[in-house]
């Protein structure tokens, strides 16, 4: 955890002083999480993911995949989420199929399917359609 915190703080230009002010701790807790002598309680990593726009599980260091609940992009990459009406990036959607709190594209399940599998890199293109359609079946959008 002390190298994502120290990486975040880092991306973000922010010295220790300036984190802490933003997450009401004191800069030797930044220094103490950064130097692996203690982490953030529970509220403090709740807090650390929404100020961050990064989720809890990123900051223990849980690979987990996200990603686009419309077309099964990864969000593995920050410049892929889409833009949220308040400014924010979404943690749900790619770039290609939601912005400002609509969806892009108007179309059927069957239709993102079409769409998606020419991005695919597959040799048997039934397999990869029968793939997609079994993956967007489980996305939130086509619940």
Not at 67 to 84: K, T
């Amino acid at each position: 955890m002390k190298e994502i915190l120290l990486e975040l703080r880092k991306r973000h230009h922010l010295s220790q002083s300036e984190m802490a002010e933003q997450l009401f701790v004191t800069r030797q807790a930044v220094s103490r999480w950064e130097c692996g002598e203690t982490i953030p309680n529970t509220d403090t990593l709740k807090l650390i993911a929404d100020r961050f726009d990064i989720s809890v599980d990123t900051l223990l260091g849980v690979t987990r995949r996200h990603i686009c609940q419309s077309c099964g992009m990864p969000l593995d990459d920050e410049s892929l989420r889409a833009p949220e009406p308040e400014g924010e990036l979404s943690g749900k959607y790619c770039k290609w199929c939601y912005s400002d709190g609509r969806f892009i594209r108007d179309c059927t399940r069957d239709e993102m399917v079409e769409q998606c599998l020419p991005h695919m890199q597959c040799d048997n293109v039934e397999a990869c359609r029968t793939y997609l359609r079994d993956l967007l079946s489980k996305l939130e959008r086509w619940q």
